[in-house]
């Protein structure tokens, strides 16, 4: 087959991947339908098929597409960052930041494919996780460093990073994104990086008000 047949079919996968995107973020993964994603890609259901298995195949294969962007956003990013702690405050900002303007597929990635065990066995999840390698040598540098604390494994405060910004996010979504999802992001990366600093390490308080305070408990109302 041609060049030109490659192209026209991956394009047509992008349009249906994009397609997808918008139909299951706007819409739980059973509520949504393929001739509805059909219908918003422009294309014959079975066109669909001839790319995806079914439904959940489709599903699986976002993270192929919006990885890409993460980590290609992330690098631009740290770029000229030399230190560890401020690549880490950074590395958190972006994370916020990424999911606020993607927030479709913020819905899909935590309230549909983060739950999902299915998903943890394909490659699209591979993907999904590829990028923590990047956080991974962060940490090891901020260990090496003496900016971050190096009597806990680097997977430990990992996850205790992402934990903290999975919630974050996942509590905006069920709030139905009724606040910004920057709004607190110095707190919220204020209490990380004193999370894992070394005793000794002391780190500017910022001052947290009143109405700050007030506006985060809704979070949980």
């Known amino acids: ?78 770029q000229g960052i030399q230190d560890a702690r401020n690549k880490l405050a950074k590395f958190a900002w972006y994370y916020l930041y990424f999911f606020k303007t993607n927030p479709d597929y913020a819905r899909i990635a935590m309230l549909e494919l983060r739950v999902n065990k299915n998903f943890q ?48 996010v996942t509590r905006w979504l069920l709030k139905d994104e009724s606040w910004d999802l920057l709004e607190f992001r110095e707190q919220t990366i204020e209490l990380i990086m004193n999370g894992i600093k070394p005793a000794s390490v002391e780190e500017p308080r910022t001052v947290v008000t009143a109405k700050k305070v007030s506006s985060a408990s809704d979070l949980y109302s």
């Not at 460093?145 to 919630?167: A, C, F």
């Open 121 to 168: 066995k394909t490659n699209g999840y591979r993907l999904f996780r590829g990028w923590l390698k990047t956080l991974r040598d962060i940490i090891e540098q901020g260990q090496q460093e003496g900016s971050v604390r190096n009597d806990m494994d680097p997977v430990i405060i990992q996850e205790l990073l992402l934990g903290t910004l999975e919630h974050y």
């Open 1 to 78: 087959m041609s060049a030109t047949h490659y192209r026209k079919k991956d394009a047509t996968r992008e349009q249906i991947v994009k397609a997808a995107i918008e139909v299951f973020g706007r819409k739980s993964y059973l509520e949504a339908s393929i001739s509805e994603i059909a219908q918003k890609a422009d294309v014959a259901e079975g066109t669909i098929y001839q790319h995806f298995k079914n439904k959940e195949d489709l599903l699986f294969y976002i993270p192929n597409e919006r990885t890409n962007a993460f980590c290609d956003g992330l690098e631009l990013h740290l």
